[in-house]
């Protein structure tokens, strides 16, 4: 039985108490939210060692984190070490969105590993073991998906709402289609002159997933990936077509969220969350950024999380990190790790302003020990300890530097916090 189905008859599963738990939420709250569709707790039956976790508007933000291997670059190693920062900066979940190598292999390590949620986007595997697009075939996809979600796999990204009849809305864009999964459905269905196979065999995706209860991530094939591009007719097109599916996908009792744009100005962020919402009727939305500006090659983790930010104070569940090495290559562990603090960053950020509950609290106990010059303190509350220990050290003897009460920043006679504390006291003549 689904979680979706089971939260529907009021039965609490462990996993559901498990992510309640976690984030110190009722699970009764939870089991309601799951059952109206607002919330999602991706756990595959087969997933063994799943710690799971609760994505919906009423809890917190989370965030996850694209990792895998592609034909030019990188391996399972290399991969690994990427999952095992990501379980150590607190991230939420993992996609694994290799295309070189070994790709069950690949997968069956990382599940194997991962204590998070993991998602995959079956088309790449498809593409590989059909040689392209052209080789892809209705009876291909459906035995892709089957074995993922045989392996454990907690979500899978389907582009089901990219329709033959979206296609030429795209022509005129300044980026086309920059979705590598929208991509190639594109051409299967120009090579073909058929419908999108996803969106044919819909029903039959959905036995496959409610027999392992793998939840649907569906697709935004046509995302934006320009600002110019931003909000046109192929993008809301798209997106009406997915509410149509989450409405097919709650039918069948699986779960389902949404995923969303893209390249997207920084006025039009909260419209694109507030009409994502309505038409998919709450289901959770999962966001790719949005980039707020297309120029920031190399700071990318930065344009996506000020766009992140918004669309999580404005009704994005989930946020895919992005790392600055965004439109220029694959990236290495440091580029890993700074897309993760980025992205916890504008998750966090977006917490405090919806006003949850206890969002604030470690913001506080950071102010108060800085006030303090607690500087231990101060590095465990922070995001990245290592990096926040690192830098203080930095121009302060290691050791000695804890007990001052200044920093390098602006030194002993210009600390404000220093000569703030004075203030009021009685200085002896
Ligand atoms: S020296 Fe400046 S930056 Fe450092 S603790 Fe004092 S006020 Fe803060």
């Not at 990501?86 to 694994?96: C, E, T």
């Not at 590598?180 to 196979?197: D, Q, T, V």
């Not at 992005?322 to 504008?346: C, F, M, N, W, Y």
Request: glycine content about 10%; some cysteine.
């Amino acid at each position: 039985m689904t979680q979706l189905v089971s939260a529907r008859k009021g039965s609490l599963t462990p996993e559901i108490v498990k992510a309640a738990a976690r984030e110190g939420a009722q699970s009764g709250l939870l089991l309601k939210e799951v059952a109206a569709g607002r919330a999602v707790v991706p756990a595959n039956m087969n997933h063994k060692g799943l710690v799971p976790c609760a994505i919906g508007r009423a809890f917190t933000c989370k965030m996850n984190v694209n990792l895998g291997t592609s034909g030019l670059g990188s391996g399972l190693k290399k991969e690994l070490k990427k999952l095992e920062l990501a379980m150590q900066l607190g991230a939420d979940a993992v996609m694994d969105l290799s295309t070189g190598g070994d790709l069950p292999k690949i997968r069956k390590e990382i599940i194997k590993r991962s204590t998070l949620p993991l998602g995959t986007v079956p088309i790449y595997e498809a593409i590989k073991r059909g040689g392209g697009a052209k080789g892809i075939s209705r009876q291909l996809l459906l035995e892709v998906i089957e074995e993922q979600a045989e392996a454990g796999v907690d979500f899978m990204t389907i582009h089901a709402g990219l329709l033959r009849r979206h296609l030429p809305l795209a022509k005129g864009r300044v980026t086309g289609i920059v979705s590598r999964g929208g991509a190639a459905m594109a051409k299967w269905m120009e090579l073909n002159n058929a419908e999108n196979p996803f969106y044919e065999e819909f029903d039959r995706i959905c036995a496959i997933f409610r027999k392992h209860d793998v939840t649907f991530s569906l697709g935004d094939g046509l995302r934006p990936g320009s600002l110019a591009d931003a909000c046109d007719t192929a993008q809301f097109a798209e997106l009406d077509t997915l509410g149509e599916l989450v409405k097919r996908s709650r039918a069948a009792g699986v779960q389902v969220m949404v995923e969303g744009p893209g390249h997207v100005p920084l006025d039009k962020v909260q419209m694109n969350m507030t009409r994502a919402a309505k038409v998919c009727r709450g289901a959770p939305f999962y966001v790719l950024g949005p980039l707020v500006t297309d120029i920031g090659a190399g700071y990318d983790h930065i344009t996506a999380a000020i766009g992140g930010a918004l669309a999580a104070w404005h009704g994005a569940a989930f946020l895919c990190y992005l790392t600055p090495k965004e439109h220029l290559g694959l990236p290495e562990l440091e580029d890993v790790r700074q897309g993760i603090i980025a992205s916890k960053i504008a998750a966090h950020a977006a917490d405090i302003a919806r006003g949850l509950p206890g969002a604030a609290e470690r913001d506080l106990a950071m102010s108060k020990a800085r006030y303090a010059f607690n500087w231990e303190r101060q590095f465990e509350l922070s995001l990245d300890p290592a990096r926040a220990r690192c830098m203080h050290h930095e121009g302060m003897a290691k050791n000695a530097g804890l007990k001052k009460k200044f920093c390098t920043m602006c030194g002993p006679d210009f600390c404000s916090m220093r000569v703030s504390r004075t203030l009021g006291r009685r200085v002896a003549a």
